[in-house]
């Protein structure tokens, strides 16, 4: 059972999936509520059950041969880290599927298998022990998201959805190019062709430095698309505002997360040397991302496309903390992952509410809703909030943690068992004012959408339907993510505390290729294998 | 003496020991003579029978050929087991896709009272054309010498430049055909040329080792051991024949026939094209790559049997056409906006992914990601598979006219109103652009990973580019075909009256999933079929003594085989 949980979680949205197409139309909405909430079962148990003493060891590992002749296994098994974001993608799919009820009128068949479906491909992406099996998923979620986007978005729909395809496909055949380079790397000092994550990140790693530097560019062509890290956001917003609601939570909740959990998981530990080495340059262009998204932020008149930039902006956020390589950096990154999933999801489920009754979108037809809609405010007001950084909220643990990361980066000496960085404290600095542009501009939001004089569309009157505050199926999936948002706020040690392992044992790598230690006694000292004879010594 | 049944010895000539490896290619050219014959049939269930027949006979065939013996000497000998089994199995389904092109207004006539004239019938000669290209690149595969390559190549050729011409009513179809033919003829010259030149080099016409002693191969490898290099006329000679293959490859710069010769004949031939004569010049090509070796080392500069390239003049010229041929297959195939011209350049396109296995080369024995022959050999079945279903999808469908179907727009909600065509497009569409779990994206890594293998890291990269550019026309293809809202045209198309088509569509479609999950097998058996056994050159050559004497593979030949002369460079 143990060892075939991560299967059922893949197997569960795909089984519903297929429920899905050949039920009746009007089935669709309840089986994949049913399809999801039993994920959220499993994803319960599955927390229940590891052992999160031992977060770093990989868990409920199970493989099977996928094609034997190119050394491709379907293998799984999650970390801590995985299994937190499992934990998010599961949380957030019931929400996407009863947050859609309304929104989704035609082709509700389509719309419910192709949403389960790209459940199980993120579940994929998180779980796999394979590059190509990870590889598989991270690609195939394209497929649903490009229908979900070009069927059920809005006016420019096909543009946006064909240009957020192109994108990171574009991306990811390049990254697929240096990822087979670390296989082929791997085949020469161990004489065995295979995907295995394992393996190929204990010999990854002894690549020499300009190759190291190649495959991380490659990498970071697929991965950064998809984070995404400035210059490579364009596709973002458009995508973000032409897609429907649950689109865009998915979107901005677990898919972006599929690029920084790629770069966590496979560009630290395979080119260690080329991080530190890179890590400044990275460093700087999130940060430019993060003023730049700021400030696109801040002149924005349509609100999805302002939540959109400050994705943008948030995930520079993320990217520094990660960058930082240090452990309260990438902690903090990591928390900000979750976060980020559960306020700016938060944000778009509330855009999208608003949407479904003015059809609007832009701050100049809509405002002071606060006299209108007062549950819909509070929750407006207390996703932005949380967004923001404000203290006690989720978002400020997260980013005042990628902050410190940076700002202790490449300081002497920061106390036991920490890992120093290679950015400093001008780097926290510059992207701090970052925080008091995201203030900015998203307080402007709020003020001019919640507070202020009552403005509504011209015309919507005449709709039958007069537009409403919140109801209960509303306000219950705003409430889930909003008690989300006050635990992780008052008590993010939940997460933090059981995310250290698996952070310190990849930094160890990173820190260690930094001080240019022997990358053999690293094994040694966090107990891989050292399968090193004949490796190219840097 | 029946060959089938006999062991050959010495005493057997050597064409009937031949004949051992040959039947499947006989019982094709026996099912051939059948078809002909009642397709002239006054008797309509008879000439209705010529489709079932040839299945029939490539069935059998397709038995046969996992079952015949293959030559014990030969540089790749798993190549003809593993090629004759896919080009059967493709071959039923482009019978079956051929079903249907011809004489359907004839015979509306005669069941309305018209007299039958077997003049005014195509049909026999149709499916015994089709049967006797099949036969041509089955015996591509079995060639082990230059004439016998030569014959087969056209043999391949031939009838296709009749199928195209025949397979539409339309003016068309009389230019493409002519077209196609006259390109054909020079891109068959400079073969031929190629090849004289080659003989001219090394004094045989044997590929390798054989009954006339020692074969091109051979020769080479013991030119290289005297003078480091094969020598500028075996070069140009290779070159030549290799750019002349490329026009039934359709690479660059031969590849201009293709869009107009696909779009004028009827889509059903353009799926046969698009396969045949392709998988014919890629066997051709490996071929001739494997004569010359992919690289020579070790203390006495034998072959090497992995870890080296083609020789440099050869590597280039190849290099260069590949990327060309990528790219402009891609590029052009995204400013077209008929269906029939994109998938044209696509197969271009295609072509030139599968040219990066050849310049890989063998890789490694036993090594089954280093295998870029392998590889490439593996694409070409997924290819043939994708391929099929995406021109059998607009095969499928007709306007009330009775005129094919052409532009993009024609394909809107083709998954609302023909689901069992439209999705097989879909999924064809989208494994021909390699996405994951998709039959196409296996063919990618095994290709990527034996590229990367052989450092051949630019190639790779520009292969990835351009899978992305075509990523978006295939998805223009696929998002017209799921997404959009079928208007008045689209429903007004009408399924075209061949059952055959639309069984090979869906049997295409579920292929390009359930394959990739069988792709371990498939990719083993490739591997196995790309495996070099490079020629033994001589350790050290005694003046006054010719190859000949070295390759005693016959020696109590009772026919005398004179030695070749050296050649005079």
């Known amino acids: 059972m143990e060892s075939s949980l991560l299967i059922w979680l893949m197997a569960v949205p795909l089984a519903t999936t297929g429920a899905i197409v050949f039920a009746p139309e009007r089935m669709a909405k309840v089986l994949a509520t049913f399809g999801s909430m039993v994920g959220v079962l499993l994803g319960l148990i599955a927390a229940g059950r590891f052992d999160w003493a031992d977060g770093a060891a990989y868990q409920f590992t199970s493989s099977f041969p996928l094609i034997e002749s190119l050394g491709i296994n379907l293998s799984f098994g999650v970390d801590s880290i995985a299994l937190w974001l499992v934990l998010l993608t599961q949380l957030l799919q019931p929400l996407c599927v009863i947050g859609s009820f309304s929104a989704i009128t035609e082709r509700v068949r389509t719309y419910y298998a192709w949403l389960m479906a790209l459940q199980a491909a993120m579940i994929g992406v998180f779980v796999a022990r394979d590059l190509l099996f990870f590889y598989i998923s991270f690609e195939f979620t394209l497929v649903p998201m490009y229908v979900l986007i070009s069927l059920y978005g809005s006016t420019n729909r096909r543009k946006a959805a064909t240009k957020f395809f192109l994108y990171t496909f574009t991306g990811s055949m390049i990254a697929l190019a240096g990822l087979v380079y670390v296989v082929w790397f791997t085949a020469q000092t161990t004489g065995e062709w295979t995907f295995a994550i394992e393996t190929l990140e204990q010999q990854a790693r002894t690549m020499g430095r300009s190759q190291q530097a190649w495959v991380l560019l490659a990498m970071l062509a697929g991965f950064a698309v998809k984070v995404p890290i400035f210059p490579l956001h364009t596709w973002l917003p458009l995508a973000h505002t032409e897609a429907p609601t649950a689109g865009s939570v998915i979107l901005a909740g677990v898919l972006l997360k599929l690029g920084t959990y790629a770069i966590w998981r496979f560009v630290l530990p395979f080119v260690p040397a080329a991080v530190n080495e890179y890590a400044p340059i990275i460093a700087g262009v999130c940060i430019v991302g993060i003023l730049y998204g700021g400030l696109v932020c801040w002149v924005q008149r349509d609100v999805k496309k302002l939540v959109a930039y400050s994705s943008v902006a948030h995930l520079g956020f993320c990217m520094l903390g990660m960058f930082a390589l240090n452990n309260v950096g990438a902690a903090g990154s990591v928390l900000y992952m979750i976060n980020h999933g559960l306020s700016t999801g938060a944000l778009f489920f509330c855009i999208g509410f608003m949407y479904e009754r003015y059809h609007t979108r832009s701050l100049d037809e809509v405002g002071g809703l606060a006299s209108k809609m007062p549950v819909w405010s509070f929750f407006m007001g207390f996703f932005t909030m949380a967004s923001v950084g404000l203290p006690g909220l989720n978002g400020f643990v997260s980013e005042i943690m990628c902050l410190m990361g940076a700002f202790q980066s490449g300081a002497a000496d920061i106390g036991a068992g920490g890992t120093t960085g290679p950015l400093g404290p001008w780097y926290a600095a510059i992207a701090g004012t970052g925080m008091i542009v995201a203030a900015m501009y998203l307080l402007f939001m709020v003020g001019k959408i919640v507070f202020g004089p009552l403005r509504e569309p011209a015309g919507h009157h005449e709709h039958d339907v007069l537009p409403t505050d919140l109801n209960a199926r509303e306000i219950g999936v705003l409430s889930v993510l909003a008690a989300g948002c006050i635990v992780l706020g008052v008590y993010p040690r939940m997460v933090i505390h059981n995310i250290e392992a698996p952070i310190e044992q990849t930094l160890s790598v990173v820190s260690m290729a930094a001080s240019g230690d022997d990358p053999a006694s690293t094994l040694a000292t966090t107990g891989g294998p050292v399968l090193l004879a004949g490796r190219d010594a840097e | ?569």
């Not at chain 2, 009937?16 to 026996?30: D, M, N, R």
């Not at chain 2, 390109?183 to 040329?193: C, D, E, K, S």
């Open chain 2, 1 to 569: 003496m029946i060959p089938f049944l006999a062991q050959a010895d010495a005493e057997t000539p050597a064409m009937v020991a031949k004949l051992a490896y040959l039947w499947p290619e006989i019982t094709l050219f026996i099912t051939t003579c059948v078809v002909m014959v009642l397709g002239l049939s006054p008797n309509r269930a008879f000439r209705k029978s010529c489709a079932a027949v040839s299945v029939l006979g490539l069935g059998v065939a397709f038995v046969l050929a996992l079952f015949t013996k293959t030559p014990e000497y030969s540089l790749l000998p798993g190549l003809m087991a593993y090629a004759k089994p896919l080009i059967a199995a493709v071959g039923v389904l482009l019978i079956l896709m051929l079903t249907g092109t011809v004489d359907q207004g004839f015979e509306r006539a005669i069941k309305q009272g018209a007299k039958w004239d077997p003049l005014r019938s195509t049909r026999g000669e149709f499916y015994a054309f089709a049967l006797f290209s099949l036969t041509g690149l089955m015996l591509c595969a079995t060639a082990d010498d230059l004439i016998w390559l030569f014959l087969a190549l056209e043999l391949t050729s031939l009838p296709t430049y009749v199928m195209v011409s025949i397979s539409s009513s339309r003016t068309r179809a009389q230019e493409a055909g002519i077209k196609y033919f006259f390109l054909g003829a020079l891109g068959a010259a400079m073969f031929l040329y190629g090849f004289a030149l080659l003989y001219g080099a090394t004094g045989t016409t044997q590929l390798w080792a054989g009954s006339a002693g020692p074969g091109i191969a051979e020769i080479l490898a013991t030119r290289i051991l005297e003078t480091g290099s094969i020598g500028s006329i075996a070069t140009v000679g290779l070159v030549l024949a290799m750019v002349g293959v490329s026009f039934k490859i359709a690479a660059v710069p031969m590849h201009f026939y293709t869009p107009d010769v696909y779009e004028g004949a009827s889509s059903s031939v353009a799926a046969f094209l698009a396969f045949v004569p392709k998988a014919a010049g890629f066997i051709t090509l490996i071929l001739l790559a494997s004569v010359v070796g992919w690289g020579f080392g070790g203390e006495t500069n034998q072959p090497l049997a992995s870890g080296g390239t083609l020789p440099e003049p050869i590597r280039v010229m190849l290099w260069v056409v590949a990327a060309l041929t990528m790219t402009v297959g891609n590029v052009m195939a995204l400013l077209q906006s008929s269906v029939k011209r994109i998938l044209a350049y696509s197969s271009v396109a295609h072509s030139g992914y599968m040219l990066v296995g050849v310049i890989v080369g063998p890789g490694s024995p036993g090594d089954i990601p280093s295998n870029g022959i392998g590889a490439a050999l593996f694409y070409l079945l997924c290819y043939g598979f994708m391929n099929l279903g995406a021109f059998g999808a607009l095969a499928c469908l007709e306007r009330m006219s009775g005129e094919e179907i052409e532009s993009v727009d024609d394909l809107k909600g083709m998954c609302a109103t023909y689901p069992w065509i439209g999705w097989p497009l879909v999924l064809c569409s989208l494994s021909l652009l390699g996405l994951p779990p998709l039959l196409g994206f296996a063919g990618k890594v095994a290709l990527f990973s034996s590229a990367i293998w052989a450092q051949e890291i630019v190639l790779v990269v520009v292969m990835g580019i351009n899978s992305a550019i075509a990523a978006y026309y295939y998805l223009r293809i696929a998002g017209a075909a799921v997404l959009e809202e079928p208007g008045e045209v689209q429903r007004s198309l009408v399924r075209t009256a061949s059952f055959g088509r639309i069984a090979a569509t869906v049997v295409s479609g579920a292929s390009v999933i359930v394959l990739f999950f069988a792709s371990d097998a498939l990719i083993q058996r490739s591997a196995d079929a790309g495996a070099y056994r490079p020629s033994p050159a001589p350790t050290q050559l005694r003046s006054g003594e010719s190859a000949a004497t070295q390759f005693p593979l016959r020696p109590e030949n009772s026919q005398g085989v004179t030695p070749p002369s050296r050649p005079q460079n």
